[in-house]
């Protein structure tokens, strides 16, 4: 079993920065590809971005590249997410996943197919 623990979520102004943790225990995440997702109120859970285990593949979500930053230290256990210029609609649950199967052609946003979920951060951004 693999537990998750997001941290950094806070209230910011739009255009700050925050730097969202995602801490491991239990078992080493060095294998495993792993992601972020947030689900604003009344709308559906979405991936905003994923890494593959070794960092060599990424996705980002169109509503958040070129100002998020997905990272992953496996030194650490640890996963990060860099969010820069913030927006309103940035606003949500922020929480992090691992996915156990490594896949060949990349990775995965779909949250059915992660299998380790972290309780969420909120972060909320005012106008």
């Known amino acids: 079993q693999v537990q998750l623990v997001e941290s950094g979520g806070a209230l910011v102004q739009a255009g700050g920065s925050l730097r969202l943790s995602c801490a491991a225990s239990?078992?080493?995440?060095?294998?495993?590809?792993m992601a972020w997702f947030r689900q604003a109120p009344g709308k559906e859970r979405e991936c905003v971005a994923a890494?593959?285990?070794?960092?060599?593949?990424?996705y980002y979500a169109d509503s958040v590249k070129g100002r998020f930053t997905i990272s992953k230290d496996n030194a650490k256990n640890t996963m990060y997410l860099q969010m820069n210029i913030l927006k309103p609609e940035d606003t949500a649950v922020y929480y992090c996943?691992?996915?156990?199967?490594?896949?060949?052609?990349?990775?995965?946003?779909?949250?059915?197919?992660?299998?380790?979920w972290g309780q969420g951060t909120q972060v909320t951004v005012s106008s």
């Open positions: 890494i593959k285990w070794n960092g060599g593949s990424t």
């Open positions: 996943a691992a996915d156990v199967i490594d896949r060949t052609w990349g990775v995965t946003t779909r949250k059915g197919d992660y299998d380790y």
């Open positions: 239990g078992r080493t995440i060095s294998s495993y590809p």
